[in-house]
């Protein structure tokens, strides 16, 4: 790796964990509604103190998610020497990164802030891509293809729970949601190798710890 790439990526950690991120794409739109309920019940679309606290928190797990994301694929590019999975790791990277600008922007619209473990969270995701980056690129590819189906897996259940009228957070995460699919996908069709039952069990052990953890903290 030359000094260049080891600034760039320095500078994109130091970005990660302070929450300045830069985005390649806007917002995700919120999709609207009928209109007449909107004319109809305008106190709808305001969020309760409540809700508007449920939305922080799952964003903010979200952002934290994003900032593993960036300290994962960094790792994974340090440990591979092939030209193309770099660049693989550089385009997923890319779109997460806008992911983390997307969360980062909504935590502040929803006036609260992102976790104040962020370097913790990067530090130990940093150090789990690199250890599976030196298991090899299929078994780098696989962890990254399991990761992606895990996120996928938590945006699902935020669908679910997030207020039906916090129309932009919803858009943000349907978004995301369909990325970490496509990422899941193309690390599989790289060739990457299924990931043990014990490793899955243990990711998603440490997964439930970090987004239990990071909604309030």
Known sequence: MTLDEVISEFDRGLRSMTGVSRMSRPLPEATPGTGAEDDLFPEELELTEKERA??????????????????????QKLATTSPELKSSFEHAAREEEDHLAWTSQRLKDLESRPSLLNPFWYAGALALGFVAGRFGD??????????????????????????????????????????????????????GSEVPFPVRALMRAASKVMTTTAYYI
């Open 54 to 75: 449920h939305s922080a928190g799952l964003m903010r797990v979200n952002h934290v998610g994003e900032v593993c994301a960036q300290a994962l694929y960094q790792a």
């Open 138 to 191: 299929r078994a780098s590819l696989g962890f990254m293809a399991e990761t992606e189906r895990q996120v996928e897996q938590h945006l699902d259940g935020h669908m679910k729970t997030l207020p039906t009228n916090d129309r932009a957070s919803r858009a943000i995460v349907e978004q995301m949601r369909l990325d970490e699919s496509a990422h899941a996908a193309a690390a599989t069709s790289a060739g």
